[in-house]
């Protein structure tokens, strides 16, 4: 159980084009979800947390305008990366709990590349 | 801000060796995760610590959880290479937000 499904897994395009993301619980409802950013060898940066049908919250830094979060269901959170840059190139992981003592499951991961 | 240091950074062990990796928490917790990375791949919910003191334990795996609710400890007894990756801690603080540590990468030499 707790299986979280993120795609696509792999993304290359040109800089300037915006690229959506989505993430999915598959068997069981998420009352949060969680959008993070890894960069090589490193931990997991949160980026924003997302809950069903409010906006989500943003962390430090995070450019609200560039990285759009929608949660429009309990299943499914998208985060669309606008006009990607080279600076946007990083691997982006989404997580899903289903409540607040509950453990993160996480996605497999979408490797985004702009050139 | 609340942070949770993670320490050694890096592991090289002999497989059959043990390995430890520790994590300290500036501020209390609610509770303590631990997750596995595999190299290229997304973190896996390993366990969750909840109780001051408590020690779980999966077969060669032995978490602690301190009593203080401040500290906690992944404890890998005779490693195997299926072991290689990196394992983060990760404190839920009061805020509801999930704190990850650094993260110990572990190598077993066969």
């Known amino acids: 159980g707790a299986v979280v499904s993120q795609h696509p897994s792999w993304v290359i395009c040109k800089s300037g084009t915006s690229v959506k993301i989505e993430c999915r619980s598959l068997d069981f409802q998420a009352t949060t979800m969680f959008w993070y950013r890894q960069f090589p060898k490193q931990s997991l940066m949160l980026m924003a947390t997302s809950n069903e049908g409010s906006k989500a919250t943003y962390e430090q830094g995070v450019e609200k305008d560039k990285f759009l979060i929608n949660h429009a269901s309990l299943t499914l959170s998208t985060l669309t990366v606008t006009s990607a840059h080279p600076e946007d190139s990083s691997f982006y992981i989404c997580?899903?709990?289903?409540?607040?003592?509950?453990?993160?499951?996480f996605g497999d991961g979408t490797r985004l590349s702009i050139l | 801000g609340q942070q949770v240091m993670q320490i050694p950074q890096y592991q090289h062990v002999q497989e059959g060796e043990d390995f430890t990796t520790y994590c300290n928490s500036s501020?209390?917790?609610?509770?303590i995760q631990w997750y596995k990375q595999r190299p290229g791949g997304h973190p896996v919910f390993l366990i969750q610590?909840?109780?001051?003191?408590e020690v779980k334990k999966q077969k060669r795996l032995t978490f602690q959880f301190g009593e203080a609710k401040k500290n906690s400890s992944l404890h890998i007894t005779a490693t195997q290479t299926t072991d290689v990756g990196t394992y983060f801690c990760?404190?839920?603080?009061?805020?509801?937000?999930?704190?990850f540590g650094q993260g110990t990468t572990l190598q077993v030499k066969p």
């Open positions: 997580s899903a709990r289903m409540g607040h003592n509950q453990p993160q499951h």
């Open positions: 990760a404190g839920l603080s009061n805020t509801g937000k999930l704190i």
């Open positions: 610590l909840v109780k001051s003191g």
């Open positions: 501020t209390t917790l609610s509770n």
